[in-house]
């Protein structure tokens, strides 16, 4: 602070915003009038230099020392618009917002930093309790059944909030913005009153009270009760309305509903073996008649308590369900209809079946109730009964069901080992004889062609080694069907000795004779654990799936190989790009002699599957047709 002259610090102290000044080591030397009047310090307080961290919050620290050393480094340049927070003395705070840079003597030597800040305090709480009341507003808007709307009466702006697509049945475009657009979809018969309303509640500021019918999307009306407030300017000028809108519709029909009923009241209760009541909400006293002592064992005299006695009476089981449905039909004037268990005078229960209407006053609040309960006992009996009987036969059935199924299931498996019996008897039978007649003519044949493929060299004749080969290739073919019998009906125990899968993977890969329109890539795990395995039971694996990926992609294509650690396992995966395996044959291919192509025998994967098992591992195939296949193989590497 030594090159800060006098006239800086003095222009410093007369800015109206912060200003803080730190030394190389991060110590405050300096701070403003503005600052110990905002943040309550005097100068005194700075005397001992304290460090930066004493303004700041403790999870500003290391944030603040970061862009600190960068300024000193000349990493970058200077910190702008960085919202923070100071540390007042009182230990409350104030948000500010940063800017700071480096302040550098004759030589461009770094010897100070300097810092101002901007409070925006009471802006920024200015801010959050807006977003706070437009958040109350939105959600108050979205939990409400009814349309609340907000007209801007100095813009003829009509905003609507809440369900109101699903209210109204409108498309968004459709939607009335604006005072006249509302007018044209009130009811021709309603239109002149409810603007005559309208326009006294403007002139007076009266709060705005009226039911009238609204067109809806589909042409149809529904009838709403419009309450809404006037907003004044300093004026006296009306500049803003602000209301609900609530479908009354089903609340209008039951009204009516009730007046019908109403007057039927004295037939229903000259009828016999029901129980009339009427139920005043506001005293919860209820008046009851007809034949409470047929149905109830109360005389006249004797029914004369009111609706919380009422509800004590019924079955404790019944009674939360009994209430909540009183109290939704007290909400939404829907007709109450429950059945419950009633507690008879003598003590015993009995089965009520209680249907009433909820009466609404002039302001749709619900001041009546009227209704009738029947002794449904009988009723309940016999399809309690009926219930029980048809639960036992469902289980019969059910169980029977399962039984037919459990040895339909047995009887084909039965069949099924029988075939396989039948099948592995006659490949036993004919696998030694088949090996030992064809083995010998065989061998003949590779060291025919091997003598002549020598003669061949000497005479360079190209075309009949290439035949030459090919003979060879076939008989090396005939021979692993034979092994492949062979070792299907005589399986042996693997020979396991200290190797890794990769190695098999890619010895496979190099004897392979890859077709030309063929691509196979490798993934290897570099973390591959070494396994205690038969290096040529788990490579004749591996070689009968790449041959079966090449067969699948006559046409071409690409076949990827991955050899990976999961957990306790490895991990091998063939995927392909061929034509894939259909639905109904993806369940066999590990049968023995099923084959999809015309000149498989069908053991190749059955002898996988059986050397990958005496492993003690799995081989899982995934395969979807025109999509190709993936044959997944995994061994534990511990029991391996």
């Known amino acids: 602070m030594r090159d800060l002259k006098l006239p800086d610090m003095t222009f410093l102290d007369l800015a109206g915003t912060i200003f803080m000044v730190f030394d190389l ?14 943040m309550g310090y005097g100068k005194g307080d700075i005397d001992a230099k304290p460090p930066m961290e004493s303004f700041l919050p403790k999870e500003r620290h290391a944030r603040a020392r970061e862009l600190f050393s960068k300024l000193l480094s000349g990493e970058i340049d200077s910190v702008s618009d960085y919202e923070g927070r100071l540390i007042a003395k009182d230990g409350g705070y104030r948000d500010v917002v940063w800017n700071a840079g ?12 300097l810092a101002s800040a901007v409070d925006i305090t009471d802006m920024k709480r200015s801010r959050d309790a807006l977003i706070e009341s437009e958040e109350r507003f939105r959600v108050a808007s979205e939990l409400t059944s009814d349309i ?4 801007d009466k100095t813009q003829d702006r009509l905003e609507l909030y809440g369900d109101v697509e699903a209210k109204l049945g409108m498309r968004p475009s459709d939607m009335p913005r604006n005072f006249g657009a509302w007018s044209a979809i009130i009811h021709p018969d309603d239109r002149e009153r409810v603007l005559a309303a309208s326009e006294r509640n403007l002139t007076i500021g009266e709060p705005f009270y009226e039911e009238y019918r609204i067109k809806k999307g589909d042409g149809s009306y529904m009838l709403v009760s419009d309450k809404g407030v006037v907003f004044w300017d300093g004026d006296k000028r009306p500049y803003k309305m602000i209301g609900t809108i609530t479908d009354i519709t089903e609340r209008k029909k039951a009204h009516d509903e009730i007046s019908g009923w109403k007057q039927r009241y004295d037939i229903i209760v000259a009828a016999s073996g029901q129980v009339i009541y009427d139920y005043d909400v506001k005293t919860g006293e209820i008046i009851w008649g ?12 004797e029914m004369r308590f009111g609706i919380d006695q009422w509800a004590e009476t019924i079955h404790p089981d019944d009674r939360p369900r009994a209430l909540k449905l009183l109290d939704i039909a007290q909400q939404t004037f829907v007709p109450y209809d429950v059945e419950y268990r009633y507690r008879h005078k003598h003590g015993h229960y009995i089965w009520i079946h209680d249907r009433g209407f909820f009466v609404p006053d002039f302001k749709g609040k619900a001041i009546r109730m009227l209704g009738v309960m029947q002794d449904v006992t009988l009723r309940r009996s016999s399809e309690d009964e009926l219930k029980r009987t048809t639960a036992e036969l469902q289980e019969w059935s059910v169980n029977l069901e399962r039984k037919v199924e459990e040895r339909t299931a047995e009887i084909k498996k039965y069949q099924e080992r029988l075939v396989q019996q039948e099948k592995l008897a006659v490949l036993g039978q004919v696998s030694a004889s088949i090996s030992h007649e064809l083995r010998t003519p065989l061998t003949g044949i590779k060291n025919s062609v091997y003598f002549m493929q020598t003669i061949c060299q000497k005479n360079g004749d190209k075309k009949m080694g290439e035949h030459l080969s090919l003979i060879n290739l076939e008989v090396d073919a005939c021979v692993r069907v034979l092994n492949n019998m062979l070792d299907f009906v005589r399986p042996k125990e693997p020979i396991r000795k200290l190797s890794r899968l990769d190695l098999v993977a890619t010895e496979s890969v190099k004897s392979a004779l890859v077709p030309s329109n063929i691509r196979v890539s490798t993934k290897i795990d570099k973390d591959l654990p070494s396994m205690m395995i038969d290096f040529f039971q788990i490579r004749q694996v591996f070689d009968n799936i790449i041959r079966n990926a090449f067969d699948a992609m006559a046409s071409g294509g690409d076949l990827v190989i991955s050899v990976s650690a999961e957990g306790d396992e ?7 790009t061929g034509v894939g395996i259909s639905r109904e044959h993806l369940p066999k291919i590990f049968d023995p002699l099923f084959s999809t192509t015309p000149t498989g025998v069908g053991l190749g994967l059955t002898i996988a599957r059986q050397f990958i098992e005496a492993h003690g591992g799995t081989i899982e195939v995934e395969s979807e047709p025109d999509k190709g296949t993936t044959v997944k193989v995994r061994l534990p590497v511990a029991a391996a």
């Open 25 to 38: 080591e991060g110590r405050v030397v300096f701070v403003n009038e503005k600052f110990c009047k905002l």
């Open 102 to 113: 480096v302040v550098k003597d004759e030589r461009g030597r770094v010897t100070a930093v």
């Open 148 to 151: 609340i709307y907000e007209w």
């Open 290 to 301: 007809g034949g409470t002592k047929e149905v109830l064992g109360f005389g006249g005299n």
């Open 570 to 576: 490895a991990v091998v995966k063939f995927k392909d």
